[in-house]
């Protein structure tokens, strides 16, 4: 694979970053994930949107102009041949000698990106469904900034693996947050479609937002307030949105099964819906 790093397109073997990158050193670094479909980017010009929103709230500059940011997403996508796969954006402070103080100033940021080629469309979650299972949240309270401080998700998805299911779902304060890198969603028994409301304590996933906007224009609306894990458990169905699963269906919470086990009717509807109108505005 041919990755960027700092301005450069090179093999993935010869790609180097500093061991003083603040993003080794401090986790102090934001990142997006963009799906690619018929070797086209799905919702960029709101992942580019999200990646100046977290830069903003850190205080990051951002040295690379959105269309350059366009171009080299486009340029590996081409020189990797991606026709389905995603392609990761991380961007750092930069490299300076360690210190829990920096000076923006005198800090360039490092800016890497590469590409991951694997079917999104046909996937065994899609047609069978993930299960969940319920871990607390104990993340920082900012978790609407992507940065790449992920290991307690990771730990928590190594959990969900560890109990036998695909995935967990984080609770704080007695109500569902999110899944480790995706937003939850509930479908109630009377047919309301469910997902909590956009605060410090979740990411505002820019699939959701699209999910909200495609059901807003088809008379669906999505209904925004929390629900509690024994709520969703008692769901007709539930599922999970991200850049790189779309819409994922969930058949089972801690051990209770949803919507017979298999992946609900109103689920499946969204994924279409969602995969048919951001292929219309694919870059
Ligand atoms: N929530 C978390 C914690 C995530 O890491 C992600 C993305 O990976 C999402 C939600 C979904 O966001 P998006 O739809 O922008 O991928």
Known sequence: RTVYVNGNYVPEDEAKVSVF?????????????????????????????????????????????????????????????????????????????????????????????????????????????????????????????????????????????????DDAWMVRDGVVTEGTSNNAFIVTKNGAIVTRPLSHAILPGITRAALMAYSEANGTSIEEREFTIEEAKDAAEAFISSASVFVGPVISIDGVELSGGKPGPVTLGLRKTYIEESLKRAL
């Open 21 to 165: 990158d603040r993003g080794f050193l401090f986790a102090d670094g934001i990142y997006e994930v963009a799906s690619v479909l018929g070797g086209k980017l799905i919702d960029f010009p709101a992942h580019i949107a999200r990646l100046h929103r977290s830069a903003g709230e850190l205080g990051m500059r951002i040295d690379v102009t959105d269309e350059d940011l366009l171009a080299i997403h486009r340029e590996l996508v081409s020189r990797n041949n991606v026709e389905e796969g995603v392609v990761y954006l991380q961007m750092t402070r930069g490299a300076i000698d360690r210190d829990f103080l920096f000076d923006t100033d005198k800090l360039t940021p490092t800016l890497v990106l590469f590409t991951q080629s694997r079917p999104l469309i046909d996937t065994a979650v899609a047609k069978n469904g993930m299960k969940i299972v319920s871990i607390p949240d104990l993340r920082w309270g900012r978790c609407d900034i992507k940065t790449v401080q992920l290991l307690y998700p990771s730990l928590g998805k190594m959990e969900a693996k560890a109990r036998g299911a």
